[in-house]
């Protein structure tokens, strides 16, 4: 079985902590976790199968690490990888910029070969605009997390979301977990 790579930028640590539960569902042994901000190219490279975690920070602003290494991942070729996103936001004080980086960061991987797999219903959410979604098809490119707003949420979320990632990723079944 080849592992997943989970790679992930967090400035106050609430997107670690959500690839932290990703991986805990997904199974420790299945996926290897890495801060971006501690990454080169080829850390990536070493993965078919990937899963990304963007911040939107501010007005639809990249997060610091993910903003460094964007050069980085303009160059990679994401040709024959399986990439899932997800995003955290707050779709109530930067309802205008709801998960923009996640949507920001789809295009780059859609520019270079990826396939992206984990879109999730914008359904339950209440923004003004987003980069994330895909116009008139009802879903955002990733799974969309609102720690600040909708917390309560965020277990059930992930359990769904990652049983949709597992079934693309043929790991089989996973951990449906209340944490």
Known sequence: MDKIGLFYGSDEGNTEVVAARIRAR??????????????TQLEIANYEQLIFGIPTWDFGQIQSD?????????????????????GLGDQFGYGDYFLDAMGMLHDVLLINGATVVGHWPTAGYEYEASKAEI????????????????????SERLNQWCAQVAKAFDLGPIASLDD
């Open 135 to 154: 116009v008139g098809e009802g879903v955002f490119v990733g799974l969309g997390i609102d720690q600040d707003q909708q917390e309560e949420l965020t």
């Open 66 to 86: 993910w903003d460094d290494f964007w050069a980085d991942v303009e160059e990679i070729g994401f040709s024959g990888k399986t990439v899932a996103l997800f």
């Open 26 to 39: 997904l199974g420790e042994d299945r996926v290897d976790i890495y801060d971006i901000a501690d990454v």
